[in-house]
């Protein structure tokens, strides 16, 4: 039984420097989240998938920001010329369709902007 | 709007005591989910509860109750005989039934979690 999974755990990157992360959803799961997290708050939406279409993006999710999900499966998360208030833990979820089902975490990555 | 208070930044208690986390919501929704999940200190969420707006049966699971009040918009988590291995960060999250069918989650801040030994 496979959960969410996340690659990579960890990135430490110059600031100005592109970023991607990946995530794996549970695989009979259609829903896909992207969450931002920092130290001390709860995580915060930035983007949602229903199967390969981007569905929802929250207005912290800037022109720097693209996610896709291709054959809506995998997801990643691409961050163009980092800056270090993108210094987070990005999280991605997965869920089942239908009604307030509730959505499974990965282990998130841990990013930091130097 | 949709909110989630968790007035409750960090608690500590003694191993065996019992300790309540507090959860009060905001929404204009009738239809909405209500979800805890815990943070322990290598990173990753944990499910441990969802309740829909529809159901205010309290629920018990081993250790861990939960008590659902729409009259107070509250969804506390009451966990009994602490152990040390509850310790961790807690988060109670709002989902909405919204025209746009995201479901996605408004989460509180957090309550910080110390079960001493």
């Known amino acids: 039984d496979t959960g969410v999974s996340q690659d990579p755990r960890h990135k430490i990157t110059k600031r100005g420097q592109n970023v991607t992360f990946r995530c794996d959803p549970i695989s009979e799961h259609n829903r896909l989240y992207w969450y931002r997290q920092t130290l001390g708050q709860g995580p915060e939406f930035l983007t949602y998938?229903?199967?390969?279409?981007?569905?929802?993006k929250s207005r912290l999710l800037s022109n720097r920001f693209s996610a896709e999900r291709p054959k809506g499966s995998f997801s990643t998360l691409e961050i163009q010329r980092t800056e270090q208030g993108d210094s987070a833990m990005y999280l991605c979820a997965s869920s089942l369709s239908g009604q307030g089902y509730e959505q499974f975490f990965g282990p998130g990555t841990r990013l930091t902007v130097l | 709007a949709q909110k989630v208070t968790q007035a409750q930044t960090e608690i500590s208690v003694v191993e065996k005591e019992d300790v309540t986390l507090d959860c009060v919501y905001e929404t204009r929704d009738t239809t909405y989910y209500l979800f805890w999940y815990k943070q322990p200190p290598s990173g990753e969420l944990v499910f441990l509860i969802r309740r829909n707006s529809f159901d205010e049966q309290n629920e018990i699971s081993g250790r861990y109750s939960w008590n659902f009040q729409k009259s107070t918009s509250s969804f506390n988590f009451t966990i009994t005989a602490s152990q040390v291995v509850d310790s961790a960060v807690y988060f109670c999250?709002?989902?909405?039934?919204?025209?746009?069918?995201?479901?996605?989650?408004?989460f509180g801040t957090g309550t910080r979690l110390k079960v001493l030994a």
């Open positions: 999250a709002l989902s909405e039934d919204d025209t746009s069918g995201t479901y996605k989650y408004i």
């Open positions: 998938f229903q199967n390969e279409a981007q569905l929802e």
